[in-house]
């Protein structure tokens, strides 16, 4: 219906805009003349920054996928021992941060340390550090960031299986399709939507990553961006590595869309949609499909919280010195008023594309959505670089007072970069959802005399409660995690769970870190179980 | 001068760049009126019905409905301002809300409105009480388009769109669906335009008819005429329904045919006496003689209850069908000689 100005065009420009003020930003630095800094690091560390990220990215996406879609696949297609556990159980991987993961992995296999101990309790005194195996480096930052992401593509890719149809699975019989080829040629392609959805929140995270790479000394673009800008104080240099990542996501989602072509994912509306006939598997292939679910499980969650659970008992103290109530409200606090505007600005632009139908806004809001991408130190430098250049540009200019104190150290400004980083989380999940809205439902409710905005809240609202669920467990998980905005834009002597673990991590008191962690992954496996169960009832 | 209750004129439909149907114009005249587009699958049957509901958009010409502009070059009424209702082929039932709640909507739009049916009646003409509780998911295509029928029908609208209504229904309800349908179309007065590519349900349905071909509405007209007065070449091989064999007008009201010798007949045109014309043979148009010394061999038969159609073989290798009712006295096998009454008298005669 053309391009028409109406409110959900305009709305969704809006959105978009604001989302891409730090982008514009960020890429704006290749307009400023380069730093001395630049010319250095061209010639030293730059390769090193690229092909790290790369190697990082290609390892987390490789394992990420296979162990994402190969759990979705078993639970959803199999009934084995455990199976109903293992749904909800290996979403509790999202409850654990990849630098806290980072934390548990050193600790467990250093010298010394947790490995050491078991083998020094069973076998007696030795000398087992040689045997050990060491995950640090680049292994170590692929092992931790896979094991802490590959929810975002379980979850996912389970969802689509979950609404897949009986249909696909029979043709494929029918067909006298082997299994295998089943998986490869019906039921994965017709998942790929969501499996590349996944595996592009990974990407986004995995560039984004800060804490594990850090930790385990990794030099990346992200850690690069952090020396150019905490050694240097050169904000252009950071903002130019920043620029790299940006298009290196650009590139992606280019390439997926490319790849993707004109084909539409709509579930199927002409009727005939049954509940699938679940497999059961026996003999040694049930034992694999448990062991493999199994395996996972224990590496991704029950590992990490062990560690953390094992520290905080042998020192309790930290956790008695600690003031828990505040710090739940703190994070709680952040999260309900970040998650309320993020989902439902998410739905009114996605809502203004779908019925302008605009190029110019799909472009907006790809561009947009990147903001994920970027590191979450540039976001909340690029914003305080914003804010003063308002204030002492424009504010200043009408005489108004200074509004810096509005936005930087207050929930306001923290709101507001939560909004620009996760934004393209929440746009995901509900564009996700509306993926499956075939759009000649909305023109049956056009004609039955539903105005627009009556089909929005009246058809798309309610029939997208599961994506808005999906969509707040997200961003509720990854609010508690998140930690250098946080960090860097929280008011005075304001605190969070992943605050409070940093500052001690950075301490180097990893034992008085393991409360905060702990009780953040308890936290966040709450609000997991809880939404777990509505998923797995619908 | 009384006024058409739709008027489409001079609109070109255009679902993409190639595919277009141009410079349409059609009318209903009355309220309650059926009208039945016929034509290919793809030739944008869809795009007119969602042209005309406001879906797409319309760049040239003007539709009007009740004296009130639609959509013209500077009027684009939006779709729910419309008051037309539309069944989509591919069912558009809300996915969230089981087909008695879908229904309601339909009916949430009539509630100002003091005439037409109630939900429940329509639930029980169109047998849908079994499956009012389920879920769209949870029913059969041929099911969901039943439901989605019962909405459109209930929210009373001005004017009513059906895309392929009956195409998912099993073949023993499609009958009693359509007597149902063109009875509570009637007798609620709903103005309807349906998209079908079945001409016998486009008959049965149609006060009028119009056939689609190559871009153009070649044919508009009630389906009688539609049938026997075929206004061209395409369109009757589009309804393939008869078989164009070479003949000479040899009178007013005669021809001579190669194949079958003499025929007579009224002519719908004049041809002057002499012209070669291809004439359009109807299976109806022949009867079968044992005792005729015209005989023609049988290359198929096909077996439709009430009757046999016969496909056989002129000298000129052209295939004609021809009606015989099933309870003649005995069959004619394949091969066999089948004998042709003469003389060959055709109530109206369609020549090109």
């Not at chain 2, 009606?323 to 004619?332: A, L, N, P």
Request: net charge neutral; aromatic share 14%; charged share 15%.
């Amino acid at each position: 219906m053309g391009n028409k100005i109406n409110f959900w065009f305009i709305s969704s420009l809006l959105i978009s805009a604001l989302v891409a003020i730090p982008i514009i930003t960020v890429l704006g630095s290749f307009f400023e003349p380069i730093s001395d800094y630049y010319n250095i690091l061209k010639k030293t560390f730059l390769i090193d920054y690229l092909t790290n990220s790369f190697f990082l990215l290609i390892g987390v996406l490789f394992i990420t996928f296979v162990i994402g879609v190969g759990c979705a696949y078993l639970v959803s297609f199999y009934i084995f021992p455990a199976v109903n556990f293992f749904k909800w159980a290996l979403i509790l991987s999202f409850a654990v941060p990849a630098y806290i993961y980072a934390y548990s992995l050193t600790a467990f296999f250093e010298n010394y340390g947790t490995v050491f101990a078991i083998l020094n309790n069973l076998f007696g005194e030795g000398n087992y550090n040689a045997y050990i195996p060491k995950f640090d480096g680049l292994l170590g930052a692929i092992i931790a960031i896979s094991f802490s992401l590959f929810g975002y593509v379980y979850v996912l890719t389970r969802a689509s299986f979950h609404y897949q149809s009986q249909n696909l699975v029979e043709l494929g019989k029918n067909l006298g399709f082997s299994k295998k080829r089943s998986f490869f040629n019906i039921i994965l392609p017709s998942a790929r939507p969501a499996i590349v959805a996944g595996l592009s929140l990974v990407a986004m995270e995995t560039l984004s990553d800060f804490g594990s790479v850090s930790y385990f000394g990794v030099s990346t673009l992200t850690t690069g961006i952090y020396s150019a800008w905490i050694s240097f104080d050169d904000l252009t240099l950071a903002n130019r590595l920043s620029s790299y990542l940006l298009i290196f996501i650009i590139g992606l989602f280019i390439l997926e869309n490319f790849s993707r072509k004109k084909a539409q994912f709509h579930t199927s509306s002409k009727g005939g949609h049954r509940t699938k006939t679940l497999i059961k598997l026996n003999g040694y292939k049930s034992f694999l499909a448990f062991i493999f679910c199994f395996t996972i499980f224990l590496i991704s969650f029950l590992f990490p919280v062990t560690q953390m659970l094992y520290w905080t008992i042998i020192f309790p103290q930290h956790l008695e010195n600690l003031d828990v109530f505040k710090l739940f409200l703190n994070t709680i606090n952040l999260v309900i008023i970040s998650s309320f505007f993020l989902i439902i600005l998410a739905f009114i632009s996605n809502y203004g594309n779908r019925v302008s139908k605009s190029k110019l806004l799909q472009i907006l809001n790809t561009i947009s959505i990147s903001g994920y991408a970027i590191p979450g130190i540039i976001l909340a430098v690029a914003f305080i670089t914003f804010i003063s250049w308002m204030d002492s540009n424009i504010i200043n200019y009408f005489e108004m007072g200074s509004i810096k104190s509005f936005f930087i150290g207050s929930t306001l400004g923290l709101v507001l970069v939560y909004f620009i980083r996760f934004y393209s989380l929440a746009n995901n999940g509900i564009k996700s959802g509306y993926a499956k809205i075939n759009y000649s439902i909305d023109e049956g409710a056009y004609l039955l005399g539903y105005s627009k905005f009556k089909t929005f809240k009246n058809i798309h609202v309610p029939y997208l409660k599961n994506s808005i669920f999906l969509v707040s467990i997200l961003l509720t998980i990854e609010i508690i995690k998140e930690l250098p905005i946080t960090l860097i834009l929280r008011p005075f002597n304001f605190e969070t769970f992943a605050t409070k673990a940093y500052l001690f991590a950075s301490q180097d008191l990893l034992e008085a870190a393991a409360a905060p962690s702990l009780i953040l992954i308890i936290i966040a496996s709450f609000f997991i179980l809880i939404t777990s169960r509505y998923i797995l009832k619908e | 001068m009384k006024k058409n209750f739709l008027e489409i004129n001079n609109v070109t439909f255009s679902a993409s760049s190639q595919n277009k149907i141009n410079n349409v114009s059609l009318t209903i005249e009355n309220q309650g009126d059926i009208v039945c587009l016929l034509g290919p699958s793809g030739i944008g049957k869809t795009t007119i019905l969602r042209t005309i509901a406001g879906l797409e958009k319309n760049n040239s010409g003007t539709i009007t409905l009740k004296d009130r502009i639609l959509s013209s070059k500077e009027i684009q009424v939006e779709p729910e301002d419309r008051n037309i209702a539309m069944a989509f082929q591919d069912n558009s039932l809300f996915p969230h809300y089981n087909v008695f709640d879908n229904i309601k909507f339909g009916a949430e739009r009539n509630k100002n409105k003091k005439k037409g049916l109630e939900i429940n009646e329509i639930i029980k003409l169109l047998h849908i009480e079994n499956i009012k509780d389920k879920y769209p998911h949870q029913i059969s295509s041929g099911e969901a388009q039943r439901a989605s029928l019962a909405r459109s029908l209930l929210s009373n609208p001005d004017l009513l769109l059906l895309d392929e209504p009956l195409s998912n229904i099993d073949q023993n309800f499609k009958e009693e669906i359509q007597v149902m349908l063109k009875q509570i179309l009637t007798e609620q007065k709903i103005t309807t335009i349906i998209v079908t590519h079945d001409s016998y349900e486009a008959f049965y349905l149609g006060n009028k008819c119009g056939i689609i071909l190559d871009g153009h509405l070649k044919q508009y007209d009630d389906p009688y005429n539609i049938y026997h007065f075929p206004n061209s070449i395409e369109v009757v091989n589009f309804l393939n329904r008869g078989t164009l064999i070479e003949a000479k007008v040899t009178g007013e009201n005669s021809l001579e045919s190669n194949d079958l010798g003499k025929i007579t007949g009224d002519f719908i045109k004049h041809y002057p006496k002499g012209s070669n014309v291809k004439l359009l043979l109807q299976p109806e148009d022949l009867e079968h003689d044992d005792a005729s010394d015209l005989k023609l061999k049988v290359v198929d038969r096909k077996f439709r209850g009430t009757n046999f159609i016969y496909t056989l073989k002129t000298s000129s290798d052209k295939l004609i069908s021809v009606f015989v009712h099933s309870h003649h006295i005995h069959q004619h096998e394949i091969e066999e000689k089948f004998g042709i009454k003469r003389p060959i008298h055709i109530d109206h005669i369609v020549c090109f």
